[in-house]
């Protein structure tokens, strides 16, 4: 391992850029899953009558399809955040690497 | 060449449970009997684990291979062994078994245990791998006083295992007395001995590929049982819903939330456990470090969350399936209880059996034993995770750093790790015989509860606040502990339900107690710090700044190889 400087990679651009693209989207992201989640919960809670509402004349209700959403909403999310971590965060990583190189 | 020969000798064995099937439908359909093509497809599956744990020893020389396989697993095989880690028996049976006893509130609990993985993605996963080598302690402690943290993280990692382990060994002893006809003691036994044959012999490695093969067998039997049910009703779910609304006793209520929420708060508090939880057990942890870097941390969780997911969809789709097509068959329900209590509740063997009793009804008597083989095999990669976290956190943090500071050996901490794999799983055998007949039910919540309010709180707020002392974490993690099994003894599941005392006597109301003992923990955490004057709180805030550049850009982080 080459020996960084810390100081040297705290003051460049691109870290402090990466620490908080990353910080915020990871903290949002994180939000966005419990609000989702307790939303759920506090539906099933305080108004469980309303995921009972049948769909059309099927004895399908709302229910299901919010359901099935808080699962593919999980699997998405972590989705959206693996893209954006590849497609920016590993190449603004290796840009700080190879410009704070001691 | 080795792998390979493994391979063709699993093959030839393969072609035992057809003679055994043969011998199974001689037996005749008795619960009690012994299910010899189960048995046999469970040999299979042993034989197969046993054949990795030997292929895995030959190249575990290495503490790195011993505890992480050397970082040497992708990402993808790691997603599926955190899968594999994650889907128990009791996720399994216990929810295809919820939803076929009352709908609807089965997937509720399902999401519960799904939404921890996102935030794992979010916060921790790339983090923990940049900044620890073999146990979440490593992280935790980075910068913090290492004895004090190490032997606290330790506690946290060995009380969690405890519970789950000794809830796990239960549950398979139970299990496997009704699927495989064999005596309680006599299962108990022999998952805790094959547990131990693979974590010493096998480490790391070998745990990871039984998790990996569990996981394969688990969700390609899951899937079979799932489309045979929709093919059973042309593929509509609004045919197989409408079916089971009319067949089951509380008809359209089951597509809607029934009593499971009925206590909000109750619902917030173990929701918490449950999502931060996930983010605290150290067995889940521990597999992060298995893979190269940060980048394949993240696809592994990524692969997780989807398997975990779409397996949750298929138990739902099985536990409707179960109403459909086990409820109406009289030859899975006790005809006595049907008079009284109606077909569902009349179920042989209780609700959890809907799952099994389902494969036999779609894929008959061989596609039975196939899947109680896999309910076996699922039990016994769980524990191998939980004794490898268990016995890590033993030789690598208590031994190895706290007891020999940090000058053992990497030989003498293997043997250590060895010998405290066998003590573990002695324990868990001996535990789980004297639990037999306790409730120990709420034994995997008070698991995920302290994870959330001990493990947690110490891991997440060592990598982001830059504030926390060596003792603000010990003090308030301390508080997490012991408040966290402090409401979970005086809370309804034990002091009504295990210590028999009346009904509604129980001082703390809530089932789970993770919203107070979280609260607890990361406010003790954040007072004790602030109010931290000491030297060592010097050196704890100092260590920041290096920390956070290393877990952020991975630089210094250990790497795939061993050293």
Not at chain 2, 67 to 84: E, V
Request: hydrophobic residues 55%; positive net charge; proline residues 3%.
């Amino acid at each position: 391992m080459a020996a960084q400087d810390y100081d040297a990679i705290q003051r460049n651009a691109k870290y402090q850029k990466l620490v908080r693209a990353r910080s915020s989207f990871g903290w949002t992201l994180s939000a966005i899953t419990l609000v989702i989640y307790f939303g759920f919960i506090l539906l099933i809670g305080y108004a469980p009558k309303v995921l009972g509402i049948p769909i059309g004349g099927s004895v399908m209700t709302i229910g299901l399809p919010i359901g099935l959403f808080v699962i593919v909403s999980a699997f998405v999310l972590v989705g959206i955040y693996v893209y954006r971590a590849n497609s920016t965060y590993d190449g603004l990583i290796r840009d700080v690497i190879e410009e704070t190189r001691a | 060449m080795n792998r390979i020969r493994i391979l063709l000798a699993a093959l030839t064995v393969v072609g035992v449970p057809m003679l055994a099937h043969a011998a199974g439908t001689m037996e005749g359909g008795a619960r009690q009997a012994t299910n010899w093509s189960a048995i046999s497809m469970f040999i299979v599956f042993v034989c197969m684990t046993l054949g990795i744990t030997y292929w895995a020893a030959k190249q575990t020389k290495s503490a790195a291979q011993f505890y992480s396989a050397g970082g040497g697993i992708t990402g993808f095989q790691n997603g599926i062994a955190i899968a594999g880690d994650y889907m128990s028996a009791a996720s399994f049976l216990g929810i295809s078994g919820l939803v076929y006893m009352s709908g609807y509130d089965g997937l509720i609990y399902s999401v519960g245990f799904l939404v921890g993985w996102p935030v794992v993605t979010f916060l921790i996963a790339e983090p923990l791998r940049n900044l620890g080598k073999y146990t979440f302690a490593d992280v935790a402690s980075f910068r913090l006083g290492q004895t004090e943290i190490r032997i606290l993280a330790a506690c946290g990692s060995l009380v969690t295992v405890a519970f789950y382990l000794i809830a796990q060994m239960v549950g398979a002893g139970k299990l496997i007395q009704i699927l495989f006809g064999l005596d309680y003691w006599m299962a108990v036994v022999i998952v805790g001995v094959l547990m131990i044959v693979y974590v010493t012999f096998g480490g790391m490695l070998a745990t990871t590929w039984v998790q990996i093969i569990k996981a394969v067998l688990l969700l390609s039997g899951a899937t079979f049982m799932a489309l045979a049910v929709l093919w059973q009703f042309g593929f509509s779910l609004e045919a197989l819903f409408s079916k089971a609304v009319e067949v089951h006793p509380k008809h359209l209520a089951i597509m809607q939330p029934g009593t499971l929420v009925s206590n909000p708060i109750s619902a917030i508090s173990l929701g918490m456990a449950l999502i931060f939880g996930t983010a605290g057990l150290p067995h889940i942890l521990m597999r992060f470090f298995t893979v190269s870097d940060a980048k394949a941390a993240r696809k592994s969780v990524f692969v997780a969350t989807g398997l975990i997911g779409y397996f949750y969809i298929l138990t739902f789709i099985i536990g409707f399936g179960a109403i459909t097509l086990v409820a109406t068959n009289p030859d899975f329900l006790d005809a006595a209880v049907v008079a009284i209590k109606g077909p569902i509740a009349a179920i042989k063997g209780g609700s959890n059996m809907a799952a099994i009793h389902l494969a036999n009804a779609v894929g008959g008597n061989l596609f039975l034993g196939f899947i109680s083989a896999v309910a076996f095999a699922t039990i016994l990669a769980v524990v191998s995770g939980l004794a490898l976290a268990g016995a890590s956190a033993i030789s690598h943090d208590l031994y190895a750093i706290v007891i020999r500071r940090g000058r053992a050996d990497e030989q003498q901490e293997m043997r250590v790790s060895k010998v405290a794999t066998i003590c573990l799983g002695v324990l868990a055998i001996l535990l789980g015989i004297v639990f037999e007949n306790q409730n120990v039910a709420f034994m995997v919540g008070l698991a995920f509860c302290i994870a959330a309010s001990c493990n947690f709180p110490v891991l997440l707020l060592s990598m982001f606040w830059k504030g926390l002392t060596t003792r603000g974490a010990m003090i308030g993690g301390l508080l997490g502990l012991v408040s966290a099994v402090a409401m979970v003894v005086v809370s309804p599941a034990v002091w009504e339900q295990t210590l028999g005392n009346p009904k509604g006597s129980a001082p703390f109301p809530y089932e789970n107690p993770a919203l107070f003992s979280m609260t607890i923990a990361f406010v003790g955490i954040w007072i004790f710090s602030i109010l931290d004057g000491s030297a060592r709180a010097k050196v704890d805030r100092g260590g920041f700044d290096a920390q956070f550049v290393r877990c952020q850009t991975g630089i210094g982080a250990s790497g795939a190889s061993a050293h």
